[in-house]
């Protein structure tokens, strides 16, 4: 029996009943569809890959985790070689400093040194001025003036450290002395001539006495 929106009753024909079986029988379908579409959209939370996209299986997966850890480890030694690079132009720039310090403070010392010779050796100066002062008027003054003078500078190298070597009588030592030549006498390697003195600092030689030397016939 069919209802009609005006409220009147009209018997349907038996097509008119099949399709409206029918249509009841679709609307209910898509009623169960659209239920079971919900029912498994609330209790489905697997992350579902986009359409086309190949799935990921955990060895992937592990790779990929691999790749991000050795990325975040790249960033930190990124980071690292930075801070090296700084320390390094720091410790640079100090020892550069450094350097330029060393060196002015030898160049200032050496000056220091040179004007403590130079100022030790004026008086000998003076000596030697009035000496030849006195030598023109009085020549036999001249040699003892002169031999004042030898002692003052003596006596001044050795205030600066330099202790003479290759006097006559000493035993001769080819670490400070230059046998310039070898004439017979009474003892072997022993000093008999000194024609220039020697001079060392400690265990440093400064200059080498030349000398002549005896040996045994």
Sequence with gaps: MFTNPFGRKKDMSDDQKKTAHDTENEAAENIKFDAETVEKADTDTDFEMPEGFPEMDENMFGQVQEMMAKLERVDELEKENADLRGKLGRLAADFEGYRNRTAQESAEAQSKGVSKAAE???????????????????????????????????????????????????????????????????????????????????DKLVRPARVVVSRKG
């Design 120 to 202: 030790a050796l004026m008086p000998v100066y003076d000596d030697m001025e009035r000496a030849v002062s006195v030598g023109v008027d009085d020549p036999a003054k001249l040699i003892p003036g002169m031999q004042a003078v030898q002692n003052k500078i003596l006596t001044i190298f050795a205030g600066l450290g330099l202790e003479v070597t290759g006097k006559e009588g000493e035993t001769f030592d080819p670490q400070w002395h230059e046998a310039i030549q070898v004439v017979e006498g009474d003892e072997d390697d022993q000093i008999v001539q000194t024609y220039q003195l020697g001079f060392k600092m400690g």
